[in-house]
């Protein structure tokens, strides 16, 4: 990733999908004690990655059109119609580790203002100088400077979908040992509702979980 951003190239569709294994070995483990195939875990040999699916990359000296990346994994200042550049990518990858700890997509939505409020629900309240910055598009999703909801929710089940969401570290930590409180920290700054606070790709490498994953 930090080579795709130092040759000024900005994903924008990152997700599952898009992140394949280099190779396709892979060794079986028995889940208990038992020659039984069925019940045997695959585990690839190698854990080298590659990304793909570059139709929607761009340049950061391009123009950008105001919609990016797939629902799922979209950030903050796309939905708020603020611009986007290379921190985009690094929300996108914030919400893939999360969704490799839990097995299950962070923010399960297709419609934008529940999607602000499941953000909020698991990061804390978006930041004022973003609301206040908001598109005319976005602006609808907020009163009084903080954003409507449960008010502007479409249904009930819109309401509960967001509620049945936890604080993040609630969320990892019960699919992750507790010691691992360096993976928290990471998360925690690849999805700052401020791009301009969120790490870099870089920065994320350097990270402490990175450093020392024991």
Same mark, same amino acid.
């Given at each position: 990733?930090?080579?795709?951003?130092?040759?000024?190239?900005?994903?924008?569709?990152?997700?599952?999908?898009? &992140?394949?294994?280099?190779?396709?070995?892979?060794? $079986?483990?028995?889940?208990? $004690?038992?020659?039984?195939?069925?019940?045997?875990?695959?585990?690839? $040999?190698?854990?080298? &990655?590659?990304?793909?699916?570059?139709?929607?990359?761009?340049?950061?000296?391009?123009? /950008?059109?105001? &919609?990016?990346?797939?629902?799922?994994?979209?950030?903050?200042?796309?939905?708020? %119609?603020? %611009?986007?550049?290379?921190?985009?990518?690094?929300?996108?990858?914030?919400?893939?580790?999360?969704?490799?700890?839990?097995?299950?997509?962070?923010?399960?939505?297709?419609?934008?203002?529940? /999607?602000?409020?499941?953000?909020?629900?698991?990061?804390?309240?978006?930041?004022?100088?973003? &609301?206040?910055?908001?598109?005319?598009?976005? $602006?609808?999703?907020?009163?009084?400077?903080?954003?409507?909801?449960?008010? %502007?929710?479409?249904?009930?089940?819109?309401?509960?979908?967001?509620?049945?969401?936890?604080?993040?570290?609630?969320?990892?930590?019960?699919?992750?040992?507790?010691?691992?409180?360096?993976?928290?920290?990471?998360? /925690?700054?690849?999805?700052?509702?401020?791009?301009?606070?969120?790490?870099?790709?870089?920065?994320?490498?350097?990270?402490?979980?990175?450093?020392?994953?024991?």
């Amino acid at each position: 990733m930090y080579n795709m951003h130092d040759l000024r190239l900005i994903h924008t569709d990152l997700k599952p999908e898009n &992140i394949l294994l280099v190779s396709s070995e892979f060794v $079986k483990l028995p889940v208990c $004690k038992t020659s039984d195939e069925t019940n045997c875990r695959c585990l690839p $040999k190698s854990s080298a &990655i590659k990304l793909i699916d570059f139709g929607s990359t761009a340049y950061d000296n391009q123009i /950008h059109s105001s &919609i990016v990346s797939t629902r799922h994994y979209r950030a903050p200042e796309i939905i708020l %119609g603020l %611009g986007w550049t290379y921190p985009c990518d690094i929300w996108s990858v914030g919400c893939i580790l999360v969704e490799l700890c839990t097995g299950e997509a962070l923010f399960q939505t297709h419609e934008n203002l529940e /999607h602000l409020a499941m953000m909020e629900r698991v990061l804390g309240p978006l930041p004022e100088h973003m &609301i206040r910055r908001a598109d005319r598009g976005a $602006k609808k999703y907020f009163r009084r400077s903080r954003l409507n909801w449960p008010e %502007g929710a479409v249904s009930r089940e819109s309401i509960r979908a967001v509620r049945k969401l936890d604080q993040l570290k609630n969320l990892v930590s019960r699919h992750v040992d507790s010691s691992r409180s360096s993976l928290v920290n990471l998360l /925690h700054g690849l999805l700052k509702f401020d791009p301009s606070e969120r790490l870099t790709a870089r920065q994320a490498l350097e990270h402490p979980f990175f450093k020392d994953p024991t």
